[in-house]
């Protein structure tokens, strides 16, 4: 069974801080992986993907990959109320007929403090 | 805008009752997801389908099945609600990003079973 683990939280961040997020993986053939933001009661929206070991910049959001470490983390820069909410970290794999089934952690819940 | 429609936003079901979740996308593609999210276990894969009329299992299949006649329709059945299928239903579908691509979710579909 592939698993996508994540600590559950909650992580609590003054506003303006930086927020971590951390993401481990067990399937050393994953390619690809994501991150999702949920606000309480919506569905989850994509805010980030990455391919490549590195960083990956877009605004106040930077992904990190190690597939060495099989590791993937998201920073938020300069945090914002409007950040808080649950982080979800997702893993490409292969099953049957599909190429693109994702396998999800359960979540980190964000609190940015104002 | 790409976008993806669940017909419902809340239901409440009777036990024993036979339940159907639509979802219709608008990305023409071929990969369609259903899956469902619970307080503390994440979400989890039901059923997913690459094709029109190819479906294959999630994790957590039993006591569902699925239905999918036209690429841009895929539904869900409970058919015989319980209720431990009370939940958080979510469609999925794919859209490209580029060098990947990712998921976009409906909006969900919160299912009461009494």
């Known amino acids: 069974q592939k698993e996508v683990e994540q600590n559950s939280g909650p992580l609590s961040v003054p506003e303006g801080a930086i927020a971590s997020l951390n993401c481990t993986y067990s399937d050393r053939g994953s390619q690809s992986f994501f991150w999702y933001r949920q606000y309480s009661g919506k569905s989850p929206e994509l805010i980030m993907s990455i391919y490549s070991n590195g960083d990956k910049e877009d605004g106040r959001f930077t992904a990190q990959l190690n597939k060495a470490s099989q590791y993937v983390s998201l920073l938020i820069r300069d945090s914002q109320p409007s950040d808080s909410a649950t982080y979800l970290c997702a893993v490409k794999g292969y099953s049957g007929g599909s190429n693109y089934k994702l396998t999800f952690g359960k979540g980190t819940l964000l609190t940015v403090n104002p | 805008d790409v976008k993806v429609t669940q017909s419902s936003r809340y239901l409440v079901k009777r036990t024993g009752e036979k339940v159907f979740l639509e979802c219709v996308q608008d990305m023409d593609h071929e990969n369609m997801f259903w899956y469902r999210q619970d307080p503390g276990l994440g979400l989890r894969l039901i059923y997913f389908?690459?094709?029109?009329?190819?479906?294959e299992k999630g994790d957590i299949p039993e006591g569902y099945s699925v239905s999918r006649e036209k690429k841009e329709r895929f539904s869900l059945i409970l058919e015989s609600a319980s209720t431990n299928q009370t939940s958080m239903y979510l469609c999925a579908s794919i859209i490209s990003l580029g060098r990947g691509y990712g998921y976009t979710f409906g909006s969900g579909t919160r299912l009461t079973v009494v």
């Open positions: 389908s690459y094709d029109v009329k190819m479906k």
